[in-house]
C-alpha cells in the first residue's frame, strides 16, 4: 500500500482485519517499525477519536507524532494558476513538499463545504496532498470517504460476528446539522466487499451517490429494512441529490429499542443521544459503540505498518 486514501486501497481486506485482531491481542509486537519516524497529522476539521487513536497507533509501532490544527493557523491555495493576493499564504504545492521533509506519513482531516456537489466530488485537499507530498498519505476523512472508520468496522463487525453471513442495515437517523456522507460513503464501499446480506435504509430524498450505491438493496421503509437485523449500523447524513440540505428531522427514524431487538447498534460516533440513537440503546448491551471506538487504534495501526513497511 502506497497511500491510504479510500478503503479500495486495501488488497486483501479479509486478511488486513485478521491482521488488525493480531496486533490488537499484542500492539507493542513491532514497537521498533516506527522508530526514527514522524507522522505528521494535519486537521482541517475537529477530531477526538480519529486523532486519538490515530496518535496512539503510530506510538505503539514506536513512531513520532506532530499534529497541526492547520485550518486555524495557514490558509492553503489548492487552485493552479491563482493569483494569490487573497487570504491564503502559501500554495499547496509548496506546503505538501514543505511537510513531508519533516513527516514520514502524512495524515489529512478535510470534510466537505457540503455547499457545491461536484467540488466536494473532487476532494481536493486530500487528493492535492497525495498528488504534491513525496510521503504516503493516510485519509483521516475527506469530503468523500472515512476509510479509517470503514476498516475499523469491517474489524468490529468481523469479531463480534458468529454467522457466515449476518444481515447487516445501514439505517439513516435524524440530526439537527447537515453531516457529511463520508462514513456511510466507506461503510456501503467495504459492506459490498464482505460476506454480508447487506442493505440501507433512509428516508426519500436522501439516496447517496448511486457510483456509491450500486446494486446495494435501499428501503425507504425501516421498519421493513430492519426486521432480522443481526448488526444495525446507524448514520445520519444530508441529502446527497439536494446537496447539503436536511429535508428530514422526523423522529420517528431514530434508532430506538423497540426497532434494535436483538441486533448489535453500531455508530462511528460522535452520537446525539435521544436524536439519532434512544439512550436505552447506548445504555444497553445492544450497543458496541465503545468496542468499536477501541478498534479505531487497531484499523490505524495496521494501516500505518503497511505503509512502514513498504518504504
Ligand atoms: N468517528 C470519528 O471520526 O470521530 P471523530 O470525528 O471524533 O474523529
Redesign the pocket.
Known amino acids: 500500500m502506497k497511500n491510504y486514501i479510500d478503503i479500495s486501497d486495501i488488497e486483501n481486506l479479509p486478511k488486513i482485519i485478521q491482521e488488525a485482531i493480531s496486533l490488537k491481542k499484542d500492539p507493542f509486537q513491532h514497537d521498533h517499525l516506527g522508530k526514527h519516524k514522524t507522522l505528521v497529522m494535519l486537521f482541517f476539521?475537529?477530531?477526538?477519536?480519529?486523532?486519538l487513536?490515530t496518535e496512539k497507533a503510530a506510538k505503539n509501532l514506536g513512531m513520532d507524532v506532530m499534529i497541526l490544527n492547520i485550518n486555524n493557523t495557514w490558509n492553503l491555495e489548492f487552485k493552479d494558476g491563482t493569483i494569490m493576493n487573497l487570504q491564503t499564504a502559501e500554495h499547496i504545492k509548496e506546503a505538501a513538499q514543505v511537510i513531508s521533509q519533516y513527516a514520514d506519513i502524512i495524515a489529512v482531516?478535510a470534510f466537505p463545504g457540503l455547499k457545491n456537489k461536484e467540488e466536494d466530488a473532487a476532494d481536493h485537499v486530500i487528493h492535492s496532498f497525495k498528488k504534491y507530498a513525496t510521503v504516503p498519505i493516510v485519509n483521516?476523512?475527506s469530503a468523500t470517504a472515512?476509510p479509517?472508520?470503514a476498516l475499523t468496522d469491517a474489524i468490529t463487525i468481523t469479531e463480534i460476528t458468529t454467522k457466515k453471513k449476518p444481515k447487516v442495515v445501514l439505517s439513516w437517523a435524524p440530526h439537527p446539522k447537515a453531516l457529511p456522507h463520508a462514513?456511510a460513503n466507506s461503510f456501503i464501499k467495504t459492506m459490498q466487499s464482505l460476506e454480508v446480506d447487506f442493505s440501507i435504509t433512509h428516508p426519500e430524498g436522501y439516496d447517496l451517490s448511486p457510483k456509491i450505491i450500486k446494486n446495494t438493496v435501499v428501503s425507504y421503509n425501516q421498519k421493513e429494512a430492519l426486521k432480522d437485523a443481526d448488526i444495525v449500523y446507524v448514520k445520519n447524513w444530508s441529502s446527497y441529490d439536494t446537496y447539503g440540505q436536511v429535508l428530514n428531522q422526523d423522529p420517528n427514524w431514530m434508532i430506538t429499542k423497540d426497532k434494535i431487538g436483538d441486533a448489535s447498534c453500531m455508530h462511528?460516533?460522535?452520537v446525539r443521544r435521544n436524536i439519532v440513537i434512544e439512550g436505552a440503546v447506548l445504555d444497553s448491551k445492544n450497543a458496541i459503540v465503545i468496542e468499536q471506538?477501541n478498534n479505531?487504534t487497531y484499523a490505524a495501526q495496521i494501516v500505518l505498518k503497511k505503509l512502514l513497511e513498504n518504504q
Not at 45 to 51: G, I, K
Open positions: 476539521n475537529s477530531s477526538l477519536r480519529t486523532r487513536s482531516r483521516m476523512e472515512h479509517l472508520q462514513v462511528c460516533l460522535p471506538a479505531r
